[in-house]
């Protein structure tokens, strides 16, 4: 594409009347730049951008957009804005061909519920024989095939690439999960959504957004955004739990149609006579559709919450409830998610991504409405993240469990007994037991649990990994914990 024919997609934004030249790719890391590249110098959190300009014009970069004069002078087009991760967005949509116009685009945000919901809704689609993509914390699909992805709502060049790898395999409704950060930065401006889901707003990442009404703003980017982007021919939709008060003011901000669904208010897909099983969940669905049984083989009111989300995707959706029932009913879980471990073992053990204080309240609370024996909660908090949860996850666990251990979660650059510590701070003069080390916590709560007792190991989920420092080192619940089993068993 011509570098003046992409440009326009700025309108007034970025004039530039010089030298035009042919663009063959868009990049903002001058490592992936190739001949005719245009390189998009952004100022991150930790690098300038603009610091590796020359790199990317040695390395055949064709133009460069930049908030600011290079240091250099380079023979290639330079165009200063205001704004280049704004920018960014804008042009690889442009560059691209509007991707996100040639399929169905679900957007997903809320503070707990994204991947398992985007899950949820992919199962349905399927079963709805639509070809699907999805995007999220877990990994990219398109259709089947995997892609490894570092953030939950990739950069806007990295996500406009993968919308048009989903166009070119014929996507009919992709799936995404939309994070907070990427609302604020504008990762998904140029994204034109067709359904935006909300699933919940409690305490998290207070670290990047300051305070929870920014927190709610951040949010509300894909609501009010929503309706009024692009010339349309089919409608838009919200789909808001109405049980959560965010819903009234996200409603307020949204020029789409409004679908709600909920359990304890009163809203168009809600939820009756729920029954809570370790096995799973069952409950009378009520749609503007009919009334219909529903068993899930997940458990726990938030499972409904997610399933309740899904359903209202799919009714606005156009694909019938029946259908959307049983996909729902063939889902075992996803992975990580409330993931039972079973070596043999009379106790259980159950691996969950409950990271935040609401959804370790909800994983407990669950736990309580089955558990025949004592319970047991390994919980630690990330580092390099929000440090206000830390003593209210810890004061949770304590509430909740008759045996709590604190260990480490991806303690990245902090130290890891400091994070303790401030978990510490949360449950002074209450019962528990710290041990750093995950895999001996882990051990030392197999090693101590009777039959029937239910062990909870919290906060990393599907992970793989333990973040140490610089370092990476392999590391699974699952298999840590079946490890621990077998070699009590022995
Ligand atoms: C705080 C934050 O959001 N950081 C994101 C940000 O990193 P950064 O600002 O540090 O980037 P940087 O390293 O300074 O680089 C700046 C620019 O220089 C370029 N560069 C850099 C180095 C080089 O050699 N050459 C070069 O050209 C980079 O490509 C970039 O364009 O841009 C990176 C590239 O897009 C992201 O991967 C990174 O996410 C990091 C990994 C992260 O942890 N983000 C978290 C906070 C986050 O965004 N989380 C949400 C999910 C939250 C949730 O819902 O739970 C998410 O959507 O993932
Ligand atoms: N609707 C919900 N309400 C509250 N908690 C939930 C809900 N759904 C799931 N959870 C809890 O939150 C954890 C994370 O769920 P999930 O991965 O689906 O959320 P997420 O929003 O994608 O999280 P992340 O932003 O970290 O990727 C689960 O393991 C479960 O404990
Ligand atoms: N998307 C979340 C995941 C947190 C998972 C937890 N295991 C941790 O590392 O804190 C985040 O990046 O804050």
Same mark, same amino acid.
């Not at 087009?77 to 691209?96: C, E, H, N, Q, W």
């Not at 902090?414 to 019962?431: R, S, T």
């Not at 793989?464 to 022995?490: M, N, P, S």
């Given at each position: 594409?011509?570098?003046?024919?992409?440009?326009?997609?700025?309108?007034?934004?970025?004039?530039?009347?010089?030298?035009?030249?042919?663009?063959?790719?868009?990049?903002?890391?001058?490592?992936?730049?190739?001949?005719?590249?245009?390189?998009?110098?952004?100022?991150?959190?930790?690098?300038?951008?603009? @610091?590796? #300009?020359?790199?990317?014009?040695?390395?055949?970069?064709?133009?460069?957009?930049?908030?600011?004069?290079?240091?250099?002078?380079?023979?290639?087009?330079?165009?200063?804005?205001?704004?280049?991760?704004?920018?960014?967005?804008?042009?690889?949509?442009?560059?691209?061909?509007?991707?996100?116009?040639?399929?169905?685009?679900?957007?997903?945000?809320?503070?707990?519920?994204?991947?398992?919901?985007?899950?949820?809704?992919?199962?349905?689609?399927?079963? #709805?024989?639509?070809?699907?993509?999805?995007?999220?914390?877990?990994?990219?699909?398109?259709?089947?095939?995997?892609?490894?992805?570092?953030?939950?709502?990739?950069?806007?060049?990295?996500?406009?690439?993968?919308?048009?790898?989903?166009?070119?395999?014929?996507?009919?409704?992709?799936?995404?999960?939309?994070?907070?950060?990427?609302?604020?930065?504008?990762?998904?401006?140029?994204?034109?959504?067709?359904?935006?889901?909300?699933?919940?707003?409690?305490?998290?990442?207070?670290?990047?957004?300051?305070?929870?009404?920014?927190?709610?703003?951040?949010?509300?980017?894909?609501?009010?955004?929503?309706?009024?982007?692009?010339?349309?021919?089919?409608?838009?939709?919200?789909?808001?739990?109405?049980?959560?008060?965010?819903?009234?003011?996200?409603?307020?901000?949204?020029?789409?149609?409004?679908?709600?669904?909920?359990?304890?208010?009163?809203?168009?897909?809600?939820?009756?006579?729920?029954?809570?099983?370790?096995?799973?969940?069952?409950?009378?669905?009520?749609?503007?559709?009919?009334?219909f049984p529903v068993a899930l083989k997940m458990v726990g009111k938030f499972s409904v919450y997610n399933a309740l989300a899904s359903i209202a995707a799919a009714f606005v959706s156009g694909i019938p409830m029946e259908t959307a029932i049983t996909a729902l009913e063939s889902v075992k879980g996803v992975s990580g998610r409330f993931e039972t471990v079973d070596a043999g073992q009379d106790f259980?053990?159950?691996?969950?991504?409950?990271?935040?204080?609401?959804?370790?309240?909800?994983?407990?609370?669950?736990?309580?409405?089955?558990?025949?024996?004592?319970?047991?909660?390994?919980?630690?908090?990330?580092?390099?993240?929000?440090?206000?949860?830390?003593?209210?996850?810890?004061?949770?666990?304590?509430?909740?469990?008759?045996?709590?251990?604190?260990?480490?979660?991806?303690?990245?650059?902090?130290?890891?007994?400091?994070?303790?510590? @401030?978990?510490?701070?949360?449950?002074?003069?209450?019962?528990?037991?710290?041990? #750093?080390?995950?895999?001996?916590?882990?051990?030392?709560?197999?090693?101590?649990?009777?039959?029937? @007792?239910?062990?909870?190991?919290?906060?990393?989920?599907?992970?793989?990994?333990?973040?140490?420092?610089?370092?990476?080192?392999?590391?699974?619940?699952?298999?840590? #914990?079946?490890?621990?089993?077998?070699?009590?068993?022995?």
């Open positions: 594409m011509q570098l003046k024919k992409l440009l326009k997609s700025l309108g007034p934004y970025a004039l530039y009347n010089g030298k035009d030249a042919e663009i063959t790719s868009i990049e903002n890391d001058n490592r992936k730049v190739v001949q005719g590249s245009l390189f998009i110098c952004i100022k991150g959190f930790t690098v300038d951008g603009h @610091d590796f #300009a020359q790199k990317a014009f040695e390395a055949g970069a064709a133009a460069i957009l930049a908030e600011r004069e290079l240091a250099a002078e380079l023979p290639i087009p330079v165009i200063i804005v205001k704004d280049t991760k704004k920018a960014s967005s804008i042009l690889a949509d442009a560059f691209y061909d509007h991707p996100t116009q040639k399929f169905n685009l679900i957007g997903i945000t809320g503070t707990n519920g994204k991947t398992t919901t985007s899950h949820l809704i992919e199962t349905i689609l399927q079963k #709805a024989n639509k070809k699907t993509g999805i995007i999220g914390t877990m990994y990219t699909k398109i259709d089947n095939e995997i892609q490894e992805t570092k953030n939950t709502t990739p950069e806007a060049v990295t996500l406009q690439k993968i919308f048009h790898q989903m166009a070119e395999k014929k996507v009919e409704t992709a799936v995404m999960e939309v994070s907070s950060h990427a609302l604020s930065e504008g990762r998904v401006f140029g994204c034109d959504y067709d359904i935006a889901v909300f699933t919940n707003l409690t305490q998290d990442h207070l670290d990047f957004h300051g305070t929870m009404d920014e927190y709610r703003r951040a949010k509300g980017l894909l609501f009010t955004r929503l309706g009024n982007v692009y010339s349309q021919e089919a409608p838009k939709f919200a789909v808001l739990n109405k049980d959560d008060a965010a819903s009234e003011e996200y409603e307020k901000l949204t020029a789409a149609i409004v679908v709600t669904y909920g359990i304890d208010k009163e809203a168009d897909i809600m939820a009756k006579d729920i029954h809570i099983t370790s096995a799973g969940t069952e409950f009378q669905l009520i749609t503007p559709a009919g009334r259980s053990v159950i691996v969950d991504y409950s990271h935040t204080p609401d959804s370790l309240e909800n994983a407990l609370v669950t736990i309580k409405e089955f558990a025949e024996g004592d319970i047991h909660v390994i919980v630690g908090c990330g580092g390099d993240r929000d440090k206000t949860k830390r003593p209210l996850m810890a004061d949770i666990a304590c509430k909740y469990a008759k045996h709590a251990i604190f260990t480490s979660d991806n303690p990245r650059s902090e130290d890891p007994l400091q994070i303790l510590k @401030d978990m510490e701070a949360g449950v002074v003069g209450k019962e528990y037991k710290v041990i #750093a080390d995950r895999k001996e916590a882990i051990e030392y709560a197999v090693k101590n649990a009777n039959a029937n @007792d239910v062990i909870l190991i919290a906060g990393k989920g599907h992970e793989t990994y333990q973040q140490v420092g610089a370092q990476t080192f392999d590391f699974d619940d699952r298999l840590v #914990a079946r490890e621990a089993i077998l070699g009590v068993k022995k």
